[in-house]
């Protein structure tokens, strides 16, 4: 049910100022916070008060907790899926639209041109008491952490995304969320100059409606997470300026052995009030802000490679494969991983051929013998020998060897056969092996 609250002509500020300047309007102020309500508008001295259970930011909506998804650009499947869950600052508390508030004006809109290929981006809005609460329990909402958790949770296992493709990001308030709920729920943070004590906020004025609802330093709680979390200090990326006053003599205050506090010799060259360096920090340091991001993003796809290769492919007797959009293929130490991917058939080449390296001679008698791992991926049925419109199926037998699988099989070649190929109609989806060896003996030579 919608209310209204109508104020004196003269205090009128049109703007949730209102409720600073005057002490009834601001006793009034923390009673709807205390009573799960909030403004969500104004026209004409009148200020609109709803629920929060009934408050439309326009967003999507889980227990109370307003959201969105923001899609990969692209479909395609480059890297393993990925999640930056975005904690959003608080830069319009002025505002009378609930969503300003909450949401804030800086959605960064521009992020997913910029970080890893297929990362999908969770913005949640601060929808607690009047304008958020840092996304931390109050006496109004005690499970507000929980249900924020489960979120993530949620989404993560929506989009098949493991708990280590997934970076909390956020700064100012936002980086306060994305610390908090990184140690929560042991997810990778990059919180930029996060606010740990929010003093300087309501020193003149409580201009973030938070009342005494919200601890004013954080960072008892903060420390105490910070022992209870899996995560190593290299997972805990700060980003903090001695220049900045209002935030870095209390982000100091936290566990720095548990973390990894980053400490930018910035200078700014106007300085007007307390929060310019504060403001600075975040907005000149975009491009380290997405070095950190996509620093975290990238890692799990990446590995540090030391080892020599283990098998020499000029000594098989077929060229590397082509390529087919139906199958995946890494070269290893140890031989050509091939994996039938998850694509549907349609019109593309369903083969993956090898080149022979001596074209097959016809009526000869030939042996083929390919050495692969005990993978998913099975042979039988599945490889051919062809050329131009002329095909073969190469009935493999199996046996195992040294503890290796070996396949294979003799026939006499009825056509001057020069590609071996995998088809992928064969072949289940999903399903990989990794070949050795591919040798082909002509045994009339």
């Given at each position: 049910?919608?209310e209204?609250?109508?104020?004196?002509?003269e205090k009128?500020?049109?703007?949730?100022?209102t409720?600073?300047?005057?002490?009834?309007?601001?006793?009034?102020?923390?009673?709807?916070?205390?009573?799960?309500?909030?403004?969500?508008?104004?026209r004409?001295?009148?200020?609109?008060?709803?629920?929060?259970?009934?408050?439309?930011?326009?967003m999507e909506?889980?227990?109370?907790?307003?959201?969105?998804?923001?899609?990969?650009?692209?479909?395609?499947?480059?890297?393993s899926?990925?999640?930056?869950?975005?904690?959003?600052?608080a830069?319009?508390?002025?505002?009378?639209?609930?969503?300003?508030?909450?949401?804030?004006?800086?959605?960064?809109?521009s992020?997913?041109?910029?970080?890893?290929?297929?990362?999908?981006?969770l913005?949640?809005?601060?929808?607690?008491l009047?304008?958020?609460s840092?996304?931390?329990?109050?006496?109004?909402?005690?499970?507000?952490e929980?249900s924020?958790q489960?979120?993530?949770?949620?989404?993560?296992?929506?989009?098949?995304?493991s708990?280590?493709?997934?970076?909390m990001?956020?700064?100012s308030?936002?980086?306060?969320?994305?610390?908090y709920?990184?140690?929560l729920?042991?997810?990778?943070?990059?919180?930029?100059?996060?606010?740990i004590?929010?003093?300087?906020?309501?020193?003149?004025?409580?201009?973030?409606?938070?009342?005494?609802?919200?601890d004013?330093n954080?960072?008892?709680?903060?420390?105490?997470?910070?022992?209870?979390?899996?995560?190593?200090?290299?997972?805990?990326?700060?980003?903090?300026?001695?220049?900045?006053?209002?935030?870095?003599?209390?982000?100091k205050?936290l566990?720095?052995?548990?973390?990894?506090?980053?400490?930018l010799?910035?200078?700014i060259?106007?300085?007007v009030?307390p929060?310019?360096s504060?403001?600075?920090?975040?907005?000149?340091?975009?491009?380290?802000q997405l070095?950190?991001?996509?620093?975290?993003l990238y890692?799990?796809?990446i590995?540090?490679?030391?080892?020599?290769?283990?098998?020499?492919?000029d000594?098989?007797?077929?060229?590397?494969?082509?390529?087919?959009?139906?199958?995946t293929?890494?070269?290893?130490?140890y031989g050509?991983?091939?994996?039938?991917?998850s694509?549907?058939?349609g019109?593309?080449?369903?083969?993956?051929?090898?080149m022979?390296?001596?074209?097959?001679?016809?009526n000869k008698?030939?042996?083929?013998?390919?050495?692969t791992?005990?993978?998913t991926?099975?042979?039988?049925?599945?490889?051919?020998?062809?050329?131009e419109n002329e095909y073969?199926?190469?009935?493999l037998?199996?046996?195992?060897e040294?503890?290796?699988?070996v396949?294979?099989?003799?026939?006499?070649?009825d056509?001057?056969?020069?590609f071996?190929g995998?088809?992928?109609?064969?072949?289940?989806?999903?399903?990989?092996?990794?070949?050795?060896?591919?040798?082909?003996?002509c045994?009339d030579?």
């Amino acid at each position: 049910m919608t209310e209204y609250f109508e104020v004196d002509a003269e205090k009128d500020l049109k703007s949730m100022d209102t409720f600073l300047e005057d002490w009834k309007y601001y006793e009034f102020l923390k009673n709807l916070a205390l009573n799960n309500k909030s403004i969500v508008g104004y026209r004409d001295h009148k200020y609109t008060v709803q629920k929060n259970t009934e408050i439309d930011l326009g967003m999507e909506k889980y227990k109370n907790i307003h959201y969105n998804i923001e899609l990969p650009i692209e479909n395609e499947q480059y890297l393993s899926n990925k999640l930056i869950v975005f904690f959003m600052p608080a830069d319009r508390m002025i505002s009378t639209q609930a969503k300003l508030r909450m949401f804030g004006n800086s959605p960064w809109e521009s992020l997913a041109s910029s970080i890893a290929k297929n990362t999908y981006i969770l913005r949640i809005a601060d929808s607690n008491l009047i304008s958020g609460s840092y996304y931390q329990n109050t006496i109004n909402f005690l499970n507000y952490e929980t249900s924020i958790q489960q979120l993530i949770q949620n989404t993560a296992y929506k989009y098949n995304i493991s708990s280590g493709n997934i970076v909390m990001y956020g700064n100012s308030r936002g980086g306060t969320g994305a610390l908090y709920h990184g140690l929560l729920g042991n997810y990778k943070v990059v919180a930029i100059d996060p606010v740990i004590d929010r003093r300087a906020w309501v020193e003149v004025k409580d201009v973030q409606h938070m009342f005494d609802l919200v601890d004013y330093n954080f960072a008892p709680k903060i420390n105490r997470l910070l022992e209870e979390t899996t995560l190593s200090p290299d997972k805990i990326k700060v980003l903090c300026s001695d220049t900045a006053f209002i935030t870095y003599p209390f982000v100091k205050q936290l566990n720095l052995s548990k973390i990894n506090l980053l400490n930018l010799n910035l200078t700014i060259p106007h300085v007007v009030d307390p929060f310019t360096s504060h403001a600075a920090l975040i907005g000149k340091t975009v491009p380290f802000q997405l070095s950190l991001i996509n620093q975290f993003l990238y890692e799990e796809d990446i590995s540090i490679e030391k080892s020599l290769i283990l098998f020499n492919v000029d000594d098989w007797d077929v060229l590397l494969p082509w390529t087919s959009p139906y199958f995946t293929m890494h070269f290893k130490d140890y031989g050509i991983e091939v994996i039938r991917n998850s694509k549907l058939l349609g019109k593309d080449n369903i083969w993956l051929n090898f080149m022979i390296k001596s074209r097959m001679i016809i009526n000869k008698k030939y042996t083929i013998e390919i050495i692969t791992d005990d993978s998913t991926l099975s042979l039988e049925n599945s490889l051919f020998i062809h050329s131009e419109n002329e095909y073969k199926n190469i009935d493999l037998k199996r046996t195992n060897e040294n503890g290796e699988v070996v396949w294979k099989s003799k026939f006499t070649a009825d056509y001057s056969f020069e590609f071996l190929g995998l088809n992928a109609e064969a072949v289940a989806r999903n399903n990989s092996i990794i070949i050795r060896s591919i040798k082909i003996f002509c045994e009339d030579r």
